[in-house]
């Protein structure tokens, strides 16, 4: 009885090959149609609490403590040997009054930050040295430039690797506040 | 009969030597070798970061190198990875519920093809 | 003007293969007659040959270095050698396709030339099979990736070929690679013929054998030859990565080989014909699949080709047409075409038919372990990866039990067997391989992998040697040997043996070359010295360099351990006209082993330090020598002439 069963179930085995094919090609067709939309770089960290980061601290308005949780703000990973870096800055420079900007000098000497800051501008409201890259690794860094935005309650809402444009700032902030 | 069985037996033995790799009297520089070739050079195409020399790639190694010699074992190591870069770092993907289909795709395809070809043979007349 | 004529000679060629189209379908299918079908002949040789012209206006136009063509403007330059300057043709995305289109010309042009005498109306309808592929992809080359575009004003100068492409091994890789993907099309022209016509028999098993074995021929060396390439060109010490694109070439080569062996139980025995003709309409499809992961850019990987999503629908829809017209028409004739005649298990084709098993298993396992970041984001939205420690660890334990069963396939008899007959003709070879295992055991040592491969390597051996030895040796007495035997022996059995003589040689050389590597990995300055177990190897200096199109730095490392000292030159290469770098490791050969040194970029920049990667890779060349071994084997095969029964 069971033996009958299963024999005319195998007569069905031959189709197994083109419903393999047609699970295989949905995934295919959906992958090809968003590959856009995914191409962005995504972080296990969204939405997550920024974790602590052990940096040195050279000046500022205000002490990271003091804003987390409370206000939304940046943080700005770049250093004074990156080329990219120096495109991006005079977009922070442009909305230093707008926005809450914390500066993490990568892998770099406070001398040469002092001079690169003197020579652009300087955008940051507090201005901090990961000298070893250490803290820079706890955020999931991929390289400098990198930019992570903090909400008002401490999360991780987006993060952009690679310079910033004025129009990338626009998009991600709105982007942010619709959220 | 007897022919089937040496061979299932065959190629478990394998499957289960080879999936246990001897971990326990290697020393570090060797551990970190294999450690650091299971994890994705992030910010390269398809490379380990034991064979890449990107900034990136020569941290994690410094990182990964330190925390072997702290004692950490290679599971701690790979969450403390996976927790900043995500489980794309791995290119061994972990064993749990998501992957599951993964891990065991190849024995059940083995059994499956195996069970259908032997419908094939004069197998069950014996 | 040459450009505009080779895009002329393709437009020709996709009218015709429409016209080929409506026309081979009235003679398919509505009312046939000779004096059509050699019209089909003529219209077939014709769009063959406007393929391949088409294809070497190209090349002539990059010989000419025609900057006017936007295609040689992004991928020439010249200050390049002649042979650069061709193999560029092949280099990208749009010339690649040509090529392809020209292969496909190729095959087509003797599959037109070699099926004069047979049945016509079965070979209409594999005119007609590979028509539809050609017209796919013709329309794929025109619509989407054109290579004769202009552009105006005209440049002065190319903008140069990315610089891992430019070497030796680049400029035959692909073509060899292509030969075997598009050489697919005939098997499975054959196999949707077979279907349509709904019979099967002995000798279409036959007259596709040639074509199964040129494309795995093809398949084999140019996949080798890849990893050669990447072996000395990536400078990453290894011969395979586990890449996505290195795996959707390995996917039909692995089906190719399993399709090898069942179209042998077809051809002798009649059977497993269902399992033959999927095998071939799969691995055709593989192929399709391959081009299509690595031309849409859908997976991470080093092989970067321009990815285009348009590209990707396109060749992606082509995919789901043809094969999912193959594969229904598959379920609707199945019964029409399997014998109910049970294989006898133990049997040579019991054991061809397990052996597929293993190979079809492995191919899934890496089809799915390449796709299954796709999977997982598409469901969950996360990235994942699936790697080389990942493949490694599910694919070994899959092939090599049937390796292992290919020693025992090549001892036994087609059709009834017993057990103690088996065993009788293979006792010899077994007491002398338990004899070697106990030497190597006691002699050697390593993981229990350097092991397994070691004595499968041995099995696999002696078991070719047990059989030559039965077959020539009298029934009288066991040590009674008579050589003039050995001329009965069919020239295609003596390829099998060197096809499996050659994995044997391969299986040594992975298991030797992987177990027993030495890797050093730091950072040197110059005149630095450092030890790897008995090498002492010194950097002396480094020398600048200026070529026509590139400036470089070699790094001058003296080493000390093998019987004479040498000097070796790793070289780091900045090309002027792309400002790529690439690296050119160092590698010195001694005996089957390599030393193999690269040189890292100077780190911080004027430090004078510098990342040195040294490997020792024993027995590594074994490996692709076995592979050529293999390839040559296939060769020999097809040479036997009285196969044609």
Redo the contacts between chains.
């Keep these: 009885m069971i033996k009958k069963e299963i024999g005319s179930f195998l007569k069905y085995i031959k189709l197994s090959p083109i419903i393999l094919f047609l699970i295989l090609s949905y995934f295919l067709f959906w992958k090809i149609k968003n590959i856009q939309n995914t191409k962005e770089l995504q972080s296990v960290l969204l939405n997550q609490d920024l974790p602590k980061l052990e940096l040195e601290y050279v000046d500022g308005k205000f002490t990271l403590n003091s804003l987390l949780g409370k206000k939304p703000f940046i943080i700005n990973f770049f250093a004074s040997w990156c080329a990219p870096c120096r495109q991006e800055h005079s977009v922070l420079e442009k909305y230093s009054k707008d926005l809450i900007i914390i500066g993490i000098a990568y892998k770099d000497d406070i001398n040469n930050v002092k001079k690169f800051l003197s020579e652009l501008g300087d955008p940051y409201d507090i201005l901090m040295l990961d000298p070893n890259g250490r803290a820079a690794i706890d955020l999931g860094l991929y390289g400098v430039p990198e930019t992570y935005f903090i909400d008002s309650k401490g999360k991780i809402k987006y993060r952009q690797v690679g310079p910033l444009t004025v129009k990338k700032l626009e998009n991600i902030l709105k982007s942010l506040k619709v959220n | 009969m007897n022919?089937?069985k040496i061979?299932l037996a065959?190629?478990i033995c394998?499957?289960i030597?080879?999936?246990y790799?001897?971990q326990n009297n290697i020393n570090s520089e060797k551990r970190f070798?294999e450690l650091s070739?299971?994890l994705?050079c992030?910010?390269c195409?398809?490379?380990?970061l034991?064979?890449s020399?990107s900034?990136?790639a020569?941290?994690?190694k410094e990182?990964i190198y330190e925390k072997i010699n702290e004692g950490q074992s290679n599971n701690q190591i790979k969450n403390f990875l996976?927790?900043?870069?995500?489980?794309?770092?791995?290119?061994?993907?972990l064993f749990n519920m998501?992957?599951l289909?993964?891990?065991v795709?190849?024995l059940i395809?083995?059994i499956l093809?195996?069970f259908?070809?032997?419908?094939?043979?004069?197998?069950k007349?014996k | 003007m040459v450009a505009e004529l080779g895009f002329i000679l393709l437009i020709f060629a996709f009218v015709l293969s429409a016209i080929h189209l409506f026309f081979s379908t009235r003679v398919c299918f509505i009312n046939f007659s000779e004096d059509n079908f050699f019209i089909l002949r003529k219209i077939n040789f014709s769009i063959c040959l406007l393929l391949i012209a088409s294809f070497l206006f190209l090349i002539i136009s990059y010989v000419l270095s025609d900057f006017s063509v936007l295609n040689i403007y992004n991928n020439s330059h010249t200050n390049k050698p002649l042979l650069y300057k061709v193999s560029g043709t092949w280099g990208n995305h749009e010339g690649s396709l040509l090529m392809w289109l020209a292969f496909l010309g190729g095959y087509g042009f003797f599959l037109t030339l070699y099926t004069k005498n047979n049945n016509k109306k079965f070979t209409a309808k594999v005119f007609f099979t590979s028509n539809i592929v050609n017209i796919g992809f013709i329309g794929f080359t025109i619509f989407t990736s054109n290579p004769f575009l202009r552009i105006s004003p005209i440049p002065e100068e190319g903008k140069g070929l990315n610089p891992v492409l430019q070497d030796p091994g680049l400029a035959f890789h692909p073509p060899l690679l292509y030969l075997g993907y598009v050489g697919l099309t005939i098997p499975f022209a054959y196999s949707i013929a077979a279907l349509l016509e709904g019979k099967i028999d002995r000798k279409w098993a036959n007259e596709i054998r040639p074509w199964i074995l040129i494309s795995w021929i093809f398949l084999t060396l140019g996949i080798t030859l890849g990893s050669f390439w990447a072996y000395y060109e990536l400078g990453w010490g290894g011969w395979w990565f586990w890449d996505p694109v290195e795996n959707v070439s390995l996917l039909p080569w692995l089906l190719l080989t399993a399709l090898l062996h069942s179209n042998r139980v077809t051809e002798k025995r009649d059977n497993l014909k269902s399992w033959t003709i999927l095998l071939s309409i799969i691995a055709f499809s593989l192929t399709l699949l391959g081009t299509f992961i690595v031309r849409s850019g859908l997976l991470t990987s080093v092989h970067a080709f321009a990815s285009d999503p348009a590209r990707g629908i396109y060749i992606l829809s082509f995919l789901f047409l043809i094969t999912g017209a193959s594969l229904i028409l598959y379920v609707i004739k199945y019964d029409k075409i399997e014998s109910d005649e049970k294989l006898n298990l133990l049997s040579k084709e019991g054991g061809l038919l397990l052996n597929n098993v293993f190979l079809c298993a492995s191919t899934v396992t890496i089809l799915l372990g390449t796709l299954w970041p796709l999977f997982v984001e598409v469901i969950t939205g996360k990235d994942i990866s699936v790697g080389a420690p990942y493949f490694n660890l599910v694919f070994l334990p899959i092939i090599l039990p049937a390796i292992f069963v290919s020693g025992v396939i090549i001892n036994i008899n087609w059709k009834r067997n017993t057990v103690e007959n088996l065993l009788k003709k293979l006792n010899k070879a077994i007491i002398i391989f338990v004899f070697l295992i106990g030497v190597i055991l006691f002699l050697l040592e390593g993981p229990i992998i350097f092991f397994i491969g070691i004595i499968l390597s041995i099995w696999l051996l002696i078991s070719i040697i047990n059989d030559f030895y039965e077959k020539i040796r009298t029934k009288k007495s066991i040590s009674d040997i008579k050589l003039s035997k050995a001329f009965s022996i069919p020239i295609s059995t003596y390829g099998m043996y060197l096809a499996h003589f050659g994995l044997a040689v391969f299986i040594l050389g992975v298991a030797i070359s992987d177990s027993k590597k030495l890797y050093y990995e730091g950072v040197m300055k110059e005149k630095e010295i450092v030890k790897v177990e008995k090498f002492k190897i010194q950097l002396k200096e480094i020398i600048e360099k200026k070529e026509k199109n590139w400036i470089s730095q070699t790094g001058n490392f003296s080493v000390e351990g093998f019987k004479k000292n040498i000097s070796m030159f790793a070289e780091r290469r900045l090309y002027l006209d792309t400002g790529m770098p690439s690296t050119e490791a160092a590698i010195y050969r001694n005996f089957f082993s390599h030393l193999y040194i690269v040189m890292g970029q100077e780190q911080p920049l004027n430090s004078g330090k510098r990342i040195v990667r040294i490997y020792f890779n024993p027995f590594i060349i074994l490996i692709w020598s076995g592979a050529f071994l293999m390839a040559f084997g296939g060769l020999i095969s097809i040479c036997d002439k009285k196969r044609n029964r």
């Design positions: 022919f089937l061979f065959f190629f394998i499957y030597t080879s999936s790799p001897n070798i070739s299971e994705r992030l910010v195409q398809n490379q380990s034991l064979e020399d900034e990136l020569n941290d994690l990182i996976v927790q900043r870069y995500g489980e794309f770092i791995l290119f061994k993907p998501a992957n289909l993964l891990w795709t190849p395809s083995f093809i195996a259908i070809a032997i419908r094939k043979t004069n197998y007349e």
